[in-house]
């Protein structure tokens, strides 16, 4: 299949590309565009056969459920059996932006763009390209993120096309996202709103406007015997092909075994790289070392973690050794996404009572 590139600069001057992709998915094709959060792969939600063909171009599962993407609030009701009082406080606060929330889903959806569940993930993003995108396709889009299963999820339209060119009718390139991981998922459909996924919206602002959250326990350990209640994660996600390890401890600690294992896995030839921060990078010795971002300001490291770990891929990376965050804020959606990428693999090292 040929795909079609379409770069969008302004929702106003290229509303014809709009156009076509709205039609593309009309016609049950699929077109990959930008979010707030990352690329998304776009079918009609209400389509059982264009469900089928993203999980296909994507090489996912099929019990792992997509993301029904609307533009209008009013646009809610009919896929949904009914609306919390919670989901209007939530989507007054966070809608449009990168918050999905869980209902029980109506007749109008089927089990195809669902995974089989009863339930329906919903999410209004914010980016304006996003938003015309779903109008023009007839109000619902369900996206998964637009890379193939068990990749990092593209922040980039650049990795969309590594990834999806010749499956994949359209990619609308909006340029770097502004978020750079996956929405935080909500639960409704419990007795008491439920984090299935960290996200940018963090469970303390989710708090501040609903008073008690839950988290699903089994977002941030490994191997709980408890499965997952967002089907999606308990598949390995994101992962970098280098071995990724992380090291967690005080910073020095951390720098002198990073530096140490470089030097032995280097002279064995192994390609080594680094995931840093602005405050550490200089006092690592790997060929590669590449900052992530600034510990005192945590939004730019989740907006370069995924296309740090794809440049690894680039440069065809075998060992990399990331230090560790914390898990407060959205430090929490970070470290979930570290790791996994990591197959929960943790060195900790020593931690002194004083320690940063
Ligand atoms: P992705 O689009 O790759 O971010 O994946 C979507 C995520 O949403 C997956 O982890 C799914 O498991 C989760 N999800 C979608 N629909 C539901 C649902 N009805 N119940 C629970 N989790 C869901
Ligand atoms: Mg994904």
Redesign the pocket.
Known sequence: MNTVIYQIKDTIEDAKSLTEAGRIIREGGLVAFPTET?Y?LGGDALSPASSRKIYAAKG?PSD????VHIANIEDLEPITADIPEAGRKLADAFWPGPL?M?FR?SEKVPKET??G?D???VRMPSDPVALAFIREAGGYVA???A?LSGKP?PTSAKYVIQDMDGKIEMILDGGDVEIGL??T?V?LTEETPTI??PGYVTKEMLEQVLGTVDADRTMMEKDTGVA??????KYR?YAPKGDLVIVEGDSACVVDYINEQTGLLEKQGEKVAVIGTEETKMLYHAEIVKSVGSRNREETIAHTLYRVLREFDDMDVTRIFSESFDTTGMGQAIMNRLLKAAGHKVIHLCRSTNSD
């Open positions: 990352v998304g996912r792992n459920p997509l993301i999905t869980i889903k669902t995974g569940l339930t329906v993930a996206a998964p993120s890379n999820s996956e929405s998922i639960d299935l996924r997952p209640k967002a089907p999606g994660m996600h």
